[in-house]
């Protein structure tokens, strides 16, 4: 039973433009979200992370957006770079818990 | 500084044997996880080590499924009697451990193939 969901497997856009990939939780014990983007051949690398006590958290290019009453967050790029083009992987803890609950993923592809 | 490595980078496997995957963490890392990611999937939680505490296994698919952290450092997932549902790339995190709401640093995985 996956609980959290990225339901779009993949993302083209312009460079330059603004790259928002989705995700969806079903857990409402989640009250931690974290981005991470992986490159092929290596392991994930955490981008940006938010608590459930905030609904925006920016880092430069990076912002991630959470809506506690829809569970959903996404995560704004801009301007996407050549360089931004990687899968994403959305993921959610819940407090006591040992592990990461991760999505199955956006590919991510910005067009030069 | 080193960060997380893990060995072999790929194992070819036939139905039956028996692997052995190695994971080194971050020196100082507590805490040692072990995920899964098959084909279409995302990262399915293994296991969890944090210092000599007993490890959360509660992830773990089979009881052909174990692993061990000897020394608090280096970790090994062994899967015994492999089957072609087994194949996947095995990623091992670490961190502080100090709640999941530090980053884990992982390595570039194990791609194992059953054949």
């Known amino acids: 039973d996956q609980q959290v969901k990225q339901n779009s497997p993949s993302l083209s856009v312009q460079e330059g433009r603004i790259s928002i990939l989705n995700c969806d939780y079903t857990?409402?014990?989640?009250?931690?979200f974290l981005w991470y983007k992986k490159y092929p051949a290596e392991g994930p690398t955490f981008l940006i992370s938010i608590s459930s006590i905030k609904d925006k958290n920016e880092d430069g290019r990076f912002t991630v957006f959470l809506n506690k009453s829809a569970k959903h967050l996404s995560l704004h790029i801009v301007p996407s770079q050549p360089g931004d083009s990687a899968v994403y992987f959305c993921a959610a803890s819940a407090t006591g818990a040992n592990n990461l609950f991760f999505g199955t993923g956006t590919r991510l592809t910005v067009i030069p | 500084g080193a960060g997380v490595s893990q060995s072999p980078s790929n194992k070819v496997t036939e139905k039956g044997k028996d692997v052995e995957l190695r994971c080194d963490p971050i020196?100082?890392?507590?805490?040692l996880y072990w995920y899964r990611q098959s084909l279409g999937q995302g990262l399915e939680f293994l296991i969890y080590f944090q210092g000599n505490s007993a490890p959360d296994k509660s992830g773990l698919p089979s009881d052909r499924f174990s692993a061990e952290r000897t020394g608090g450092s280096v970790s090994t997932l062994t899967i015994q009697r492999t089957q072609q549902e087994d194949s996947a790339v095995y990623l091992c995190?670490?961190?502080?451990?100090?709640?999941?709401?530090?980053?884990?640093?992982f390595g570039p995985g194990t791609r194992l193939t059953v054949l």
């Open positions: 020196s100082g890392h507590t805490a």
């Open positions: 995190a670490s961190n502080l451990g100090l709640a999941t709401y530090n980053e884990q640093f």
């Open positions: 857990n409402s014990m989640f009250d931690y």
